[in-house]
T-cell receptor, first 112, second 113 residues
Framework: GENVEQHPSTLSVQEGDSAVIKCTYS??????FPWYKQELGKRPQLIID?????GEKKDQRIAVTLNKTAKHFSLHITETQPEDSAVYFC???????????FGPGTRLSVLP | DAGVIQSPRHEVTEMGQEVTLRCKPI?????LFWYRQTMMRGLELLIY????????DSGMPEDRFSAKMPNASFSTLKIQPSEPRDSAVYFC???????????FGQGTRLTVV
């Protein structure tokens, strides 16, 4: 089955700096790669996703890149703010809700 | 739509007791996932259903865990008998076949003493 790895497990950055989180996956059939943000005591919520037919997607301060050949994808957050502090999860899935597997998470702390 | 609804929000039970967690997915979503979240193991996929049929239960830790989805609007995760190491937050998520985004419920915090 699918296995998703994620690094780093914790990340501290100064406010205004960039943060990068990297994930790798094992199943070459996976074609949907979402990122979820989980604030303390809350449920995970989707912040951005990318499908296998594109290499990069951007939404304001957040961007995701995908390298299907190497089977890895990354989340980039620019101009970080304290409210970006949370746990971020990557996931890999085959279309239509098949086998939605999450990485172990990255705890991001943005220091003022 | 009220989103994915889980009940109860909190459950405290004694070791050996049966625990049943409930989930109502978003109407029209045809995939449902059960996850367990702990500090040590992160978000673990326990089991998922497509069109009410269990597809992969390889993440279910032991025979003490069972899950059912009798219809498109309801699923249960049962632990019998419960043990202290089952203490965790259990999330249910549903996905539709078009957008593929997984919507999570608010979770059930289970404490087994």
């Amino acid at each position: 089955g699918e296995n998703v790895e994620q690094h780093p497990s914790t990340l501290s950055v100064q406010e205004g700096d960039s943060a990068v989180i990297k994930c790798t996956y094992s199943d070459s059939a996976s074609n949907y790669f979402p990122w979820y943000k989980q604030e303390l005591g809350k449920r995970p919520q989707l912040i951005i996703d990318i499908r296998s037919n594109v290499g990069e997607k951007k939404d304001q301060r957040i961007a995701v890149t995908l390298n299907k050949t190497a089977k890895h994808f990354s989340l980039h957050i620019t101009e970080t703010q304290p409210e970006d502090s949370a746990v971020y999860f990557c996931a890999a899935s085959i279309s239509y809700g098949q086998n939605f597997v999450f990485g172990p998470g990255t705890r991001l702390s943005v220091l003022p | 739509d009220a989103g994915v609804i889980q009940s109860p929000r909190h459950e405290v039970t004694e070791m050996g007791q049966e625990v049943t967690l409930r989930c109502k997915p978003i109407s029209g979503h045809n995939s449902l996932f059960w996850y367990r979240q702990t500090m040590m193991r992160g978000l673990e996929l326990l089991i998922y259903f497509n069109n009410n049929v269990p597809i992969d239960d390889s993440g279910m830790p032991e025979d003490r865990f069972s899950a059912k989805m009798p219809n498109a609007s309801f699923s249960t995760l049962k632990i019998q008998p419960s043990e202290p190491r089952d203490s965790a937050v259990y999330f249910c998520a549903s996905v539709d076949s078009v957008n593929t985004e997984a919507f999570f419920g608010q979770g059930t915090r289970l404490t087994v003493v």
